[in-house]
């Protein structure tokens, strides 16, 4: 099984313009995100997916494989399903059993989610599509819509997905199952595909939220739990508190 990570990015972020090239340790985020990622074992390559030169020419610069896309696409997943069939064309050898998206502003990103993630698809053929999800400990994030929140069945199958606090604690006084998303998210090849040829659906649009496309066409995404804490960078504000836990993070000393 041949697997790939994509890193869409752009500089056009509409709740943090230029995000991707802002500097964290003097690196650009998204040079910290290649880097994390590329130390994967599961990995067979890594590429940047982007619109914008100046994050093509970065990419470049420290080696990285970059693929430009089209300017158009409002979802992740679309602009890694044209880098995905730009790989095959240019080189038919680099076609892949599985593509993780990993978004390019989480820079806390651990090699060992992509493992956490993938390893679920290679056990069992059966599951088209992962996310990790991870644990939501401040009352603070559970009502950031920044966060996607998910709710799960028994076999941690995602039932729900939403930026709004679920599931509700209106009427339970006990301690909630607060999970959130963790968008470091595996595709087969060919369920990727599948997945950009169907409609947007409603709830996917009213959430702003992929995966709900998936469950409202009667699909399954298997929710699978990670060991490590990370955090995005949606706004500026987060840029503070990323920086604070890079002071103690184990991985910087490997490619800083």
């Known amino acids: 099984m041949k697997a790939i990570a994509i890193i869409p990015a752009r500089m056009s972020s509409s709740r943090f313009p230029g995000k991707p090239m802002i500097k964290i340790l003097g690196m650009p985020m998204i040079g910290h995100v290649y880097k994390r990622v590329k130390m994967s074992k599961t990995l067979d390559e890594v590429y940047i997916a982007t619109c914008d030169k100046e994050i093509y020419d970065y990419a470049e610069s420290i080696g990285a494989k970059a693929v430009m896309t089209k300017?158009?696409?409002?979802?992740?997943?679309d602009r890694c399903a044209e880098a995905m069939l730009k790989i095959e064309a240019a080189n038919p050898a680099d076609k892949c059993d599985i593509m993780v998206l990993v978004q390019g502003d989480e820079p806390l990103t651990h090699p060992d989610m992509i493992d956490e993630a993938v390893q679920p698809m290679l056990d069992d053929s059966s599951i088209k599509i992962t996310n990790l999800t991870g644990e939501i400990t401040s009352q603070h994030d559970f009502e950031n819509p920044n966060e996607v929140k998910v709710v799960v069945d028994k076999d941690w199958n995602a039932m729900y997905f939403s930026r709004e606090p679920i599931p509700s604690k209106k009427k339970y006084k006990?301690?909630?199952?607060?999970?959130?998303?963790?968008?470091?998210?595996?595709?087969?090849?060919?369920?990727?595909?599948?997945?950009?040829?169907?409609?947007?659906?409603?709830?996917?649009?009213?959430?702003?939220?992929?995966?709900?496309?998936?469950?409202?066409?009667?699909?399954?995404?298997?929710?699978?739990?990670?060991?490590?804490?990370?955090?995005?960078?949606?706004v500026v504000e987060d840029l503070a508190v990323v920086e604070e836990i890079f002071k103690t993070d184990e991985l910087r000393g490997l490619y800083l």
Do not use: C, W
């Open 174 to 234: 006990g301690k909630l199952p607060m999970f959130k998303q963790v968008p470091i998210i595996p595709f087969t090849r060919d369920f990727l595909l599948e997945y950009n040829e169907m409609e947007p659906t409603p709830l996917e649009i009213i959430e702003s939220v992929d995966m709900m496309r998936i469950l409202e066409n009667g699909m399954k995404v298997k929710m699978i739990p990670t060991k490590h804490n990370v955090k995005a960078v949606d």
């Open 71 to 77: 300017d158009t696409h409002e979802r992740a997943s």
